[in-house]
């Protein structure tokens, strides 16, 4: 167990985000442990990149003096692996709404998926979903999605290294993607649908790697509570 004066020194922290949880509820309960653990009003806690409350994985979080090294650990390429449901779209891109349309899929094969994930290879042109945090006016624009609000949103420049179709059982599509900090693998998603000539959404999603850092070397949130001898939480 590290020291109090460690975790201010500076400390980088890989956790499993859990499904449903929000990036910040993750900063917010491990901070708290620490406040707790050593008696203290407060320590600097940051994540280097949010992740979705429908996504899992891997988030690095700073303590101390390491979260002015957050910016470093966003800015590097990160690897996800997740699924694409074809035949029908949400207006989240993502399982956060429910489907509004429908579309044919009877003229996709497994060779037009796989021969498709070719158009999102190397640096592409990507409009983020409305269902996301960018902020527009003041307001993040999931706020003025959840209003009812529609807004124009431009596209920016992303780079997709790698597209793998891990496996299809259709009407899901199983993918590995590595790609540039800025990409939103919902828009993928939506885009990769289009591109079939119908439609689809992201139906779950998996944070890998982040730069060297990977999934496999994190700990749950349970687990960290337990090296403090605190009782773990219920799914």
């Known amino acids: 167990m590290k020291t109090l004066e460690e975790y201010k020194e500076g400390q980088v922290l890989l956790v499993d985000k859990p499904l449903h949880w929000t990036s910040f509820q993750v900063v917010n309960k491990l901070r708290w442990v620490i406040k707790q653990q ?14 979705d409350p ?31 449901t074809l035949g029908g779209t949400t207006p989240s891109y993502d399982l956060e709404t ?11 094969t497994e060779g037009m998926i796989r021969e498709t994930t070719k158009q999102f290879v190397g640096e592409i042109d990507q409009k983020p979903p409305i269902f996301s945090a960018i902020k527009k006016e003041g307001k993040r624009l999931y ?3 959840r209003e ?9 420049k992303i780079t997709v290294s790698e597209f793998e179709i891990t496996s299809i059982d259709f009407p899901k599509v199983h993918f590995r ?6 990409t939103y693998i919902r828009s ?18 998996r944070r890998t790697k982040i730069g060297e850092f990977k999934v496999d070397d994190a700990v749950s949130v349970n687990q960290f509570l337990e090296d403090f001898g605190l009782a773990p939480i219920d799914d």
Request: charge should be positive; include cysteine.
């Open 98 to 108: 429910e489907v509004d349309e429908t579309y044919p899929t009877d003229h996709i």
């Open 188 to 205: 993928l998603a939506f885009d990769f649908g289009l591109a079939l000539k119908s439609g689809s959404h992201l139906s779950a999603l």
């Open 54 to 84: 429908l996504a899992t994985g891997l988030l690095i979080l700073c303590t101390g003096k390491f979260t002015k090294q957050i910016e470093t650990y966003q800015a590097q390429h990160k690897e996800y692996t997740g699924t694409i």
């Open 143 to 145: 706020e003025l999605a």
């Open 148 to 156: 009812g609000k529609t807004t124009e949103i431009k596209s920016r």
């Open 177 to 182: 993607v590595a790609c540039s900090k800025g």
């Open 38 to 51: 050593f008696g203290i009003k407060n320590i600097k806690v940051g994540h280097a990149g949010t992740l």
